[in-house]
């Protein structure tokens, strides 16, 4: 534990950031269609805050080496809180687009310098527990930040105040709690090309849960709030699914280490297939049936990135696990971008429940990747795979972190001999 206690500042200001980041999110979605905005508007807005995270994925290291971790810090959480309040001064959806990219860009960069201080605080001995504080961290303040919203209101000023308030108050802890300021960690080599051979399906995963994974994070409180559910329903509604994901990642790790990934990948995508259906048929029914097939929806939907991270580090040579890892986040990024806006386009043409159809259909074509790739390639043998890994899609930092926690052999099956060939 002492070798933990000077990291606790900086896990405190990841858990108030993390917190705040997911309140943001729902409170957009549903303050934006409290005020009238078309589902469209409210995409448009999710598309911009993933634009801006891109934006802020690639150009943080420069900021970090200009003026040090507390300065970038510093500067982007003052940014994203007076964008915050900046918000409900000025009600209109093109000054929200703009600042929801600025806020995406500041919250790329805060995530990435928490997680490259964390990175370089934590010893060998201390990096698993590091990890498993910080993803029981990322799970409990976003699912508890989403119930400030019926505890204070959707409307009016407070919940704004209080968002900024968080933010703000992330700086106490990384002011006064840590005295050093690491070197900046050197640029990540993005070659997108090369882990485009390494693993195909891994690729496509990642733009494919991308789409479907932003839209569902931007866009379900709108659906929620549209099939009559109130506010402390929809904040259940997200929650849940956030929760449901939580649970299942380890156990659909784990039988992903002892089964072919891409079997497990089949299995899991084809239950949030059916998931999602269940949803588009289930809208305007009783909530606690929606509660109940959200929360499926979600143990299926949510640890797909990981689990094609996963097979792609299985292909991957010695030393590669970082690189894939950043440059899967990138092509996540490239999904999520599209994601909110063409989702939300799709449910202003044909109705808040084509949010779950629109997700489906793109599942299933992932599906039909996942079947061509198992009939062109061979899986990883047993022995050449690598344990499971859990992976945020909070910065290209955090397969840094990952990399010696409690998977130390990432790059075990590499250590035995040359990459398996792609699949």
């Not at 905005?37 to 993933?50: D, E, H, V």
């Not at 009016?156 to 933010?167: D, E, N, P, R, Y």
């Not at 996942?370 to 910065?395: C, K, N």
């Amino acid at each position: 534990m002492s070798s933990i206690r000077p990291l606790i500042p900086l896990l405190l200001a990841a858990g108030i950031l993390l917190g705040g980041n997911g309140l943001q999110g729902t409170l957009i979605a549903l303050r934006g269609a409290q005020e009238g905005f078309a589902p469209s508007t409210i995409g448009l807005m999710g598309t911009a805050y993933f634009c801006g995270f891109l934006v802020g994925c690639l150009a943080i290291s420069r900021m970090m080496k200009a003026v040090g971790h507390v300065r970038a810090f510093s500067a982007l959480a003052a940014i994203a809180s007076a964008g915050t309040l900046l918000m409900v001064l000025m009600i209109d959806p093109v000054v929200w687009s703009a600042i929801r990219f600025v806020s995406g860009f500041c919250f790329a960069g805060l995530f990435t310098i928490i997680e490259a201080w964390l990175n370089s605080g934590a010893s060998n001995d201390s990096r698993a527990r590091v990890l498993a504080l910080y993803r029981i961290i990322d799970i409990g303040s976003v699912t508890g930040a989403q119930f400030l919203i019926p505890a204070i209101g959707a409307d009016g000023f407070a919940i704004f105040a209080v968002m900024s308030i968080m933010i703000t108050l992330s700086l106490v802890p990384v002011s006064l709690g840590d005295r050093s300021n690491p070197a900046p960690p050197e640029d990540v080599k993005l070659d997108l090309a090369r882990v485009w051979r390494i693993s195909p399906l891994g690729a496509i995963g990642c733009i494919a849960i991308g789409v479907t994974n932003s839209a569902f994070r931007t866009l379900s409180p709108v659906y929620a709030e549209a099939i009559g559910m109130s506010v402390a329903d929809v904040v259940v509604f997200v929650s849940v699914g956030i929760i449901g994901g939580a649970i299942m990642q380890y156990p659909l790790g784990t039988l992903s280490d002892r089964w072919d990934r891409r079997l497990v990948l089949l299995m899991t995508t084809s239950c949030a297939l059916a998931a999602a259906l269940a949803l588009a048929l289930a809208g305007g029914t009783h909530p606690a049936t929606n509660f109940i097939l959200v929360f499926v929806f979600g143990s299926f939907a949510m640890p797909l990135f990981s689990l094609s991270a996963a097979h792609a580090n299985d292909r991957a040579g010695k030393g590669e696990f970082v690189q894939v890892n950043a440059a899967l986040m990138l092509f996540y990024s490239f999904g999520a971008i599209g994601g909110p806006f063409t989702a939300s386009s799709v449910m202003q043409l044909f109705g808040p429940n084509f949010l779950f159809v629109f997700t489906a259909v793109v599942y299933a074509v992932f599906i039909g990747f996942i079947l061509y790739r198992m009939g062109a390639r061979e899986g990883v043998p047993a022995e050449r795979r690598g344990r499971f890994t859990a992976l945020l899609r909070t910065s290209t930092i955090f397969a840094r972190l990952a990399k010696r926690g409690g998977d130390r052999g990432a790059d075990r099956g590499a250590d035995k001999g040359p990459a398996a060939p792609p699949d």
